[in-house]
């Protein structure tokens, strides 16, 4: 697959919600020969995913505002507005939101994980997350988002 210059940015057509986050995808596999995904995250708290290994891809977060904890293997590091972190394949993380909301960019190389991020959420043409949940998911839910994660490579700890 041959790249191609493109320009983006987050527009109805390529944003996409789920309880608690708006996504942009601003970069998408299909678009990068399935080198990278660049997504512009708006998270808010209490959406955050359990600890988890990517055995497939490495992540990498630029934080435009807010604060965000990570957890990587046994350290642990408080990002805010201007750090960047990395995540490395096959190490075991988590993350906590600090302050209420938190907008990010997210890098994923390759890019696969983006299109499962795409097919797990909806589209949003009001570019507005939707609410977060007020129960805790559903068996048949978690039970979803477990084994399609694990089609990606992705392991929940």
Request: hydrophobic share 40%.
């Amino acid at each position: 697959m041959e790249q191609k210059s493109f320009l983006s940015n987050a527009i109805p057509e390529n944003s996409r919600a789920i309880p608690g986050a708006l996504f942009h995808f601003l970069a998408t596999g299909e678009q990068t020969a399935n080198q990278f995904s660049l997504i512009y995250i708006e998270v808010h708290k209490g959406n955050e995913p359990p600890a988890h290994t990517h055995k497939n891809e490495d992540e990498s977060y630029y934080i435009l505002e807010g604060e965000i904890k990570f957890w990587i293997g046994d350290t642990e590091y408080l990002a805010k507005a201007g750090d960047f972190i990395h995540l490395p394949k096959n190490i075991p993380h988590k993350f906590e939101l600090q302050s209420e909301c938190v907008k990010e960019l997210m890098w994923i190389a390759p890019a696969d994980l983006g299109k499962w991020f795409w097919d797990n959420s909806v589209p949003s043409p009001d570019m507005k997350p939707l609410p977060l949940m007020k129960e805790p998911p559903s068996p048949e839910l978690v039970s979803h988002f477990v084994k399609s994660l694990s089609e990606y490579g992705v392991e929940m700890v």
